[in-house]
C-alpha cells in the first residue's frame, strides 16, 4: 500500500457553491504543491487538458480521471469527494455537478448522489447518445447496480449474456464483472444508476 500525502485544506465560504471536478483537481495539485507540468508528467495527461479540466471547461475521461487520481496517490472514489458546508451536507448546483465522459465520448455520468459517500454506493444521471458505449472493469467483489431507465432503450452486457431493458423498467445486476451499457436505439436514452459498493458485514452469532 503506497503512502498518502498529506492533503492540506483551506476554508471555504459558507455561501460558496460545492467545488465541481475541476476545482477538486485543482485544490489538491495546490496542496500537494504540485505544478500543472509535474501533474501531467506523473499522470501522463496533457497540460493543457488539466488545465481546461481544472477551469471546468472539458468533460474529462473516467480514464483521465482515474490517471489523474493515481498521480495524486488517491483513490479516484476520494478524487471526487467535496466539503461541506457545516449547515448543510450538500448543495450542488448546476455547474458545479462532477460529470464523467465514456471513452467514445457518447455517454455522460453525472454524479448526482452524495459524494462523501461514494466509498458506499454512488448515483449518476446516466445518458447515452444512440451507439453510445459505456465499459466498466469489475468494480469490488459483492458490487450490485442498479439501472433505472427514464428514457429510450438500453442493453447491458455481462460475460456474453445481454439482457435489453427500455423505459420504466430497473435491471439490477453484479457490478463485480466486467460489464457494458449500450444504447442500442435510434434515440437518446436517460437512466439512473446507483452502484452499491460497500455489502454489509454479518457477524455469525456464537452460541
Known amino acids: 500500500m503506497s503512502v498518502r500525502r498529506r492533503r492540506v485544506t483551506g476554508e471555504t465560504a459558507e455561501n460558496e457553491a460545492a467545488p465541481g471536478l475541476g476545482k477538486t483537481i485543482q485544490r ?3 496542496a500537494y504543491n504540485m505544478s500543472l ?8 495527461v496533457a497540460k493543457s487538458i488539466i488545465s481546461q479540466i481544472e477551469r471546468n471547461e472539458t468533460n474529462p475521461t473516467i480514464s483521465t480521471v482515474w490517471r489523474l487520481s493515481k498521480a ?3 483513490t479516484l472514489d476520494e478524487v471526487l469527494k467535496t466539503d461541506s458546508p457545516q449547515n448543510f451536507l450538500q448543495h450542488q448546483t448546476r455547474a458545479g455537478v462532477p460529470t464523467l465522459t465514456s471513452e467514445d465520448g457518447l455517454c455522460t455520468l453525472h454524479i448526482i448522489g452524495a459524494l462523501d459517500l461514494v466509498e458506499m454506493f454512488q448515483v449518476y444521471d446516466f445518458h447515452a447518445k444512440p451507439g453510445g458505449t459505456l465499459e ?4 469490488q ?29 430497473t435491471l439490477r445486476y453484479r457490478g463485480d464483472r466486467s460489464h457494458k451499457i449500450a444504447n442500442t436505439g435510434l434515440e437518446d436514452a436517460q437512466a439512473t444508476m446507483v452502484v452499491a459498493l460497500r455489502v454489509p458485514v454479518i457477524e455469525e452469532r456464537r452460541s
Open 136 to 139: 466498466s472493469e469489475p468494480h
Open 72 to 74: 495524486l496517490d488517491i
Open 141 to 169: 467483489q459483492g458490487c450490485v447496480e442498479h439501472l433505472s431507465v427514464l428514457k429510450g432503450t438500453l442493453s447491458v452486457t455481462i460475460e456474453g449474456e445481454t439482457r435489453d431493458i427500455k423505459m420504466g423498467e
Open 37 to 44: 507540468g509535474e501533474l501531467s508528467e506523473q499522470s501522463g
Open 28 to 30: 489538491l495539485r495546490k
